[in-house]
């Protein structure tokens, strides 16, 4: 029996042992899990617990022009932020605080005392001025940060506002290319860490951790700060000109897509968004806004049937009696009794809509509105900016003889602008549809080195090069000879279109006396460099004709443009025929080098303003060979003798 028991307690004793063995590995195992694999999470969970951070909010990416221009740039705004925990008397701090930073005290006292690790004092303590941080500062109070912050400063005011957009108080992009390109612009936190005990008390053997921000990209525009200043300029004048319902301004490279310009009135202040209505902000006019366009279409219909090959402008006639009549419907001209008998080309010049009727009619339904949605129409350009619309056309089985022969002079089709400029764009510079853009580069917010630039994107050729020059050629002959003449620039040789689109009302009806006036214009005419578009709403007290109050403003963008740009000037370009009340330029002739009494006999027609008390001209502005009005002043400035 002993020897039983005996080999029974050694049974027993080696199943202990084996248990023990392998409880002590259990054991052994999962120190080591937890020491060498759940190491840094536990660290990481009790540096969660003891830490607290004061964070540092990374500066967003500046906005720059094409040239370097800084457009949107940040400066300085700090932040407060407390530990309750180690505020040694919440009464007083509430005061000193709510003193500085002009809030109440119980607000503040509120803040102070709340329970949590760390508290923003929001919104009076966030970004407060320099002043205001270097008072609170001065107090040394216990538990209370100031942390680095910035806020976004617009040098330029309202310009290019609606492009540009704004962020919100927590530097996130809400609108504009602050929004679409927030992702680049807002960078990463950076933090200032320390660790406190369970009562909130800093634990002075553990360092303090400071993780600097990382700034956003700096996003370098198309834009060019000089084009845009014209436009902006030109576009003020308008408004306190006209007081339109609304305006908007489009510049475009048309050999590259890129934006140079694009405003809309009316305006608002980035930096002061809240201070007008939503509906003021939220719409980008020039990539938003749905309208019929008018005549500046023709040049749509035109580039189709130069293509086709289905009229020739120059020895072709036409005979415009006023009215056309189609399906039963009567299409009027813009000019009672019509133009009469006429080229193709006067057609164009002209803008009788009537001969536009008997291209669209050439062409037929299917090519008409190929060509159309060829040239872009009806979708989206691919802008990268937000709210982008996508325009109306007429559904293929919607189309009769009426709408074909609307749609070919511009009426009963919706587009937007920047579809209109670039479908222009593509018939001027050899019939290539390039994609619109404004972001042309990141840069690196330390260096300034281009990290990534975008090339520009030519999606497809839409019409020939021998059509397009034909399209050039007759739109310069609109400015120097038709509806367009107010757009002449001296010097440039510029073609383009106006365009006057009646507007629906809320009945679905043509509203009278409110129309939508415009103008593309392009230029140099023979190699285009940059396209224009203007677009005024319901102009007030003028006659409401694209020709009479678009034409000369985008002639006045073109020809501040053109020379801003380097664009050199030529005399090669034709001639403008005046029209009454227009009265023929008189060219400045040399007068340097000659006398007082000799000058009577060559300046008949201009005014003189003399400098000097000599007798012989030394010096003359404007220079030989600059057209003026005949009725102009001209500088002299004679010697001292």
């Not at 969660?48 to 906005?63: A, L, N, V, Y």
């Not at 080195?449 to 019409?463: C, D, F, G, S």
Request: glycine share 10%; aromatic share 8%.
């Amino acid at each position: 029996m002993r020897r039983v028991s005996q080999v029974i307690v050694r049974k027993r004793l080696v199943a202990v042992f084996f248990v023990a063995l392998i409880i002590f590995t259990v054991i052994i195992g999962r120190l080591g899990y937890v020491q060498f694999v759940l190491s840094d999470f536990l660290v990481d969970r009790a540096e969660q617990s003891w830490g607290r951070d004061i964070t540092f909010e990374p500066e967003r990416g500046k906005i720059l022009d094409t040239n370097g221009e800084v457009l949107v740039g940040n400066q300085s705004a700090p932040t407060v932020m407390v530990v309750p925990r180690q505020i040694k008397e919440p009464e007083k701090t509430a005061e000193q605080l709510a003193d500085i930073l002009q809030m109440s005290v119980d607000k503040a006292y509120s803040h102070v005392t709340k329970q949590v690790s760390i508290e923003k004092m929001h919104p009076e303590g966030r970004k407060i001025s320099e002043d205001q941080a270097d008072a609170i500062q001065m107090l040394d109070l216990p538990g209370v940060y100031i942390a680095e912050d910035s806020e976004r400063y617009y040098p330029n005011g309202a310009f290019l506002s609606h492009v540009l957009g704004f962020s919100g108080i927590d530097n996130q992009g809400l609108l504009g290319l602050e929004s679409y390109y927030d992702e680049e612009l807002k960078g990463e936190q950076g933090a200032l860490s320390f660790f406190s005990d369970a009562k909130g008390k800093r634990m002075p053997d553990i360092a303090d951790t400071y993780t600097p921000p990382v700034d956003g990209k700096d996003l370098k525009l198309t834009i060019d700060y000089n084009v845009q200043s014209i436009i902006e300029r030109e576009l003020d004048m308008a408004e306190a000109k006209y007081n339109p319902d609304g305006a908007v301004a489009i510049a475009v490279d048309p050999k590259t897509g890129q934006v140079k310009a694009m405003a809309s009135r009316p305006n608002f202040h980035p930096g002061s968004y809240q201070e007008v209505e939503a509906s003021v902000y939220n719409r980008n006019l020039p990539v938003w806004s749905t309208y019929e366009p008018g005549s500046t279409f023709k040049i749509i219909t035109l580039a189709a049937a130069l293509e086709e090959g289905l009229v020739d402008l120059e020895d072709e006639h036409f005979h415009d009696s006023g009215s056309v009549k189609v399906g039963g419907a009567t299409l009027h001209c813009w000019k009672s009794g019509g133009h009469g008998d006429q080229t193709f080309l006067e057609v164009v010049q002209n803008s009788c809509n009537p001969g536009f009727v008997q291209l669209g009619e050439r062409l037929g339904k299917e090519k008409l509105f190929n060509y159309i949605e060829q040239f872009g129409f009806g979708e989206k350009t691919g802008i990268d900016l937000e709210g982008e619309g996508s325009g109306i056309l007429f559904k293929p089985e919607q189309v009769g003889p009426v709408e074909q022969a609307t749609t070919a002079f511009g009426q009963g089709v919706s587009v937007t602008p920047i579809q209109q400029v670039m479908a222009v764009a593509a018939a001027v510079n050899g019939g290539y549809y390039y994609e619109p853009y404004v972001q042309e580069a990141w840069l690196d917010p330390v260096s300034g080195e281009v990290l990534e630039e975008k090339e520009p994107n030519m999606m497809k050729q839409v019409i020939s090069e021998e059509t397009s020059k034909e399209v050039r050629e007759s739109l310069e002959s609109v400015v120097a000879k038709g509806t367009g003449r107010s757009a002449y620039v001296e010097g440039y040789r510029v073609g383009g279109k106006t365009g006057t689109a009646q507007k629906v009302g809320e009945d679905g009806k043509y509203m009278s006396d409110n129309h939508i006036v415009s103008f593309i214009g392009f230029a140099p005419a023979d190699d285009p460099e940059l396209v224009v578009y203007l677009a005024i709403d319901n102009p007030k007290g003028t006659v409401q004709f694209g020709g009479v109050v678009a034409a000369p403003i985008v002639g006045s963008i073109m020809e501040d443009s053109l020379r801003s740009l380097g664009v050199k000037e030529r005399k090669d370009g034709l001639e403008k025929e005046y029209a009454w009340p227009d009265e023929p330029l008189v060219e400045v002739p040399d007068v340097t080098g000659m006398k007082r009494k000799e000058l009577r006999e060559v300046l008949t027609t201009l005014q003189v303003e003399t400098s000097g008390e000599g007798d012989k001209v030394v010096a003359q502005a404007p220079k030989a060979g600059v057209k003026v009005a005949s009725d102009s002043t001209i500088r002299l400035y004679f010697n001292d003798d």
